[in-house]
C-alpha cells in the first residue's frame, strides 16, 4: 500500500485529491491547523474513525510555520509521495497580508522541502505552483514562459518554484512543480469569485438576496474543474523523471462570462443584480491568464474535459442544491468518473 501526506488536505484540492488518492488504494496522511472550531467539512464523507481496522486516512496537528514539527511528522510517517498544497491562497487578501502570505506560501515551501531533505526519507515531492506566477506575462502561457507575477501570492509562489527546482538540482530529490491554472469547483471557498457568483445567484434564484458585489469583470481566466485537477498532480508523480508541468484547459473567459452562464442558466440577467465594489480591485491586476498544457497531454496523458462556462453551470447546480438542503453540511456527489477525467 502506497503512503501519501498532504499539506492543505481540508482545502478544495486536498479534498479531491485524498478521494482519489483513496480510490487508488493509498494510505493518506493529511496535515491540519489547530483550531477550536471544526475545519474538516470538505473530508467528514472520507473519514474513517482511526480505531477501525479498514481506516486509511489519519489527520495530524501542524503548520507550515512550524519546521521541526513536520520533520518529526515526515520521519515517523515515511510517505512515498508529499503534495504540498497548503497556502494563503486568496490573491487579493495577499495584498493585505504580504508577510503572511511571503512566510506561508513561499518559504512554507522551503520548509517542506527542508523536512523531506531532513527526515531522510525517499519520496516524491509535489509543489502546487499557480499561474499566478505569469502574471503580466502575455497569454498564452507555458511551462517556458517568463515569471512576471503582479501580487505578493504570485511572488510567494515564484519563489517556492524556484526552491523546488533548486532542491531537486541540489540534493537530487524527486521534486515536481504543478503550474495550475485556475480550477474551481463546489468546493471552493465562498469568497473566491467563482464560488461567489455562483452561491450569490442560487440565493438570489432562492430569494435570499438580491445583490452581489464584485471589483473587475474583465479580468480573463483559464478555468478548470478542480476534480480533474488533482488526477495531474498525481501522474506528475509516477514518471520516471521529475519535471515541471502546466494544467489547464486552454480556453479564456472573462468574469463577465462567468456571470452571464451562470445567472442565464437559472433564467436570472446578472445586470439586474451585480453592483461594483472598488475594495475588490487589485493594486495590480493580471488581465489574462491562458495555459498551454500540451506538455501535460504529451507527457503525462492529461487533458481537461471541462472547461469554463461548463464549470459554471455545475457550480451554480451545486449551489443550488445546498440552498435547497441548507441546515445540513453539503458534500459534493459529483465523482470524478462521472465527468470523464482523463
Do not use: C
Not at 157 to 175: D, L, P
Amino acid at each position: 500500500m502506497k503512503r501519501a501526506f498532504i499539506t492543505g488536505i481540508t482545502g478544495q484540492d486536498g479534498s479531491y485529491l485524498a478521494e482519489l488518492l483513496l480510490s487508488k488504494g493509498y494510505e493518506v496522511h493529511g496535515l491540519i491547523r489547530r483550531a477550536s472550531t471544526f475545519n474538516t467539512t470538505r473530508i467528514e464523507h472520507l473519514y474513517v474513525d482511526p480505531h477501525e481496522s479498514d481506516a486509511k486516512l489519519f489527520l495530524h496537528y501542524g503548520d507550515l510555520s512550524d519546521g521541526a514539527r513536520l520533520v518529526s511528522l515526515l520521519a515517523a510517517i515515511k510517505p512515498d509521495e508529499v503534495y504540498n498544497l497548503a497556502a494563503q491562497s486568496h490573491v487579493r487578501v495577499s495584498f493585505d497580508e504580504p508577510e503572511h502570505t511571503g512566510d506561508t506560501t513561499g518559504v512554507g515551501s522551503m520548509r517542506m522541502l527542508e523536512a523531506v531533505r531532513m527526515a531522510g526519507i525517499d519520496t516524491r515531492f509535489y509543489q502546487a505552483s499557480s499561474s499566478e506566477m505569469f502574471g503580466a506575462s502575455p497569454p498564452p502561457q507555458d511551462e517556458n514562459t517568463e515569471f512576471y507575477p503582479r501580487s505578493p501570492y504570485g511572488a510567494a509562489k515564484v519563489y517556492s518554484y524556484w526552491v523546488t527546482k533548486n532542491y531537486r538540482e541540489a540534493y537530487g530529490m524527486f521534486a515536481v512543480n504543478g503550474i495550475l491554472f485556475n480550477h474551481e469547483s463546489p468546493r471552493r471557498g465562498e469568497t473566491f469569485v467563482t464560488r461567489k457568483i455562483t452561491r450569490a445567484a442560487a440565493r438570489i434564484k432562492a430569494g435570499l438576496q438580491d445583490e452581489l458585489w464584485l471589483g473587475n469583470l474583465d479580468s480573463i481566466r483559464d478555468w478548470g474543474y478542480a476534480a480533474e485537477y488533482v488526477e495531474g498532480m498525481w501522474r506528475m508523480l509516477q514518471v520516471d523523471e521529475p519535471d515541471d508541468f502546466v494544467l489547464a484547459t486552454g480556453v479564456g473567459i472573462t468574469v463577465k462570462d462567468f456571470l452571464e452562464e451562470t445567472f442565464s442558466h437559472l433564467g436570472l440577467t446578472w445586470e439586474d443584480h451585480v453592483k461594483f465594489d472598488e475594495r475588490y480591485l487589485r493594486p495590480t491586476e493580471v488581465d489574462a491568464l491562458i495555459g498551454d498544457a500540451s506538455k501535460a497531454e504529451k507527457a503525462l496523458g492529461w487533458k481537461a474535459t471541462v472547461d469554463g462556462r461548463e464549470l459554471a453551470r455545475l457550480m451554480v447546480d451545486a449551489d443550488v442544491e445546498a440552498i435547497q438542503h441548507e441546515g445540513s453540511p453539503w458534500i459534493d456527489t459529483v465523482s470524478l468518473a462521472s465527468w470523464g477525467t482523463k
